[in-house]
Antibody, heavy 119, light 107 residues
């Protein structure tokens, strides 16, 4: 079964760091870029960023709201994508989702993990 | 950034009705447009990709159309399970951007 499972969410103080993991199973992880999204409580969806596959340099793209604070990496040997979140702000409070081919034929989304940033 | 303007923000309708939701992009996105359904506490579910292609497993009462800047999601013969929030997403250029969402409620 093709599956993505996010983990690592929790309560963190403003200014601190947190790393989320997205563990993939059931497909060839190295074939797909991996994308992160988030959704603040009661709000709409927001694209956070993505990481390309190794054949495209494993490069990343980010939303303006997180650029310079968040990084994305991948461990192809473990089929895990990471979202490293530094200098967290209260407005980063959200459910974070990872996805494979989010708006395409091979679309798969994880169930999400909640990050709460407190003052 | 490309702005996606989605309308209406909410609508009340009945089982069996036809629903139309629109998304307008601030600049052309070709057909790089997806439509998602989201229910409370759940991850988004892709309904339509490439503006008009029905995702596998999605009922045929759901359809999408448009290209360039104007897009439409139509659900014909609304069923109870269709009451949810719907979003469009352009993945034509970075940053990818969503519409604000349309909440479809039972009248």
């Amino acid at each position: 079964e093709v599956q993505l499972v996010e983990s690592g969410g929790g309560l963190v103080q403003s200014g601190r760091s947190l790393r989320l993991s997205c563990t993939a199973s059931g497909f060839t992880f190295t074939d797909y870029p991996m994308t992160w999204f988030r959704q603040a409580p009661g709000k709409g969806l927001e694209w956070v960023g993505l990481i390309r596959i190794r054949a495209y340099g494993g490069t990343t793209e980010f939303a303006t709201s997180v650029k310079g604070r968040f990084t994305i990496s991948r461990d192809d040997s473990k089929s895990i994508a990471y979202l490293q979140m530094n200098s967290l702000k209260i407005e980063d409070t959200a459910v974070y989702y990872c996805a494979r081919d989010p708006a395409g034929w091979h679309s798969v989304w994880g169930q999400g993990t909640l990050v709460t940033v407190s003052s | 950034a490309i702005q996606m303007t989605q309308s209406p923000s909410s609508l009340s309708t009945s089982v069996g009705d036809r629903v139309t939701i629109t998304c307008r992009a601030s600049q052309g996105v070709l057909n790089h447009l997806g439509w998602f359904q989201q229910k409370p506490g759940k991850a988004p579910k892709l309904l339509i990709y490439a503006a008009s292609t029905l995702q596998s497993g999605v009922p045929s009462r759901v359809s999408g159309s448009g290209s360039g800047t104007d897009f439409t999601l139509t659900i014909s013969g609304l069923q109870a399970e269709d009451f949810a929030t719907y979003y469009c997403l352009q993945d034509y250029s970075y940053p990818w951007t969503f519409g604000q969402g349309t909440k479809v409620e039972i009248k």
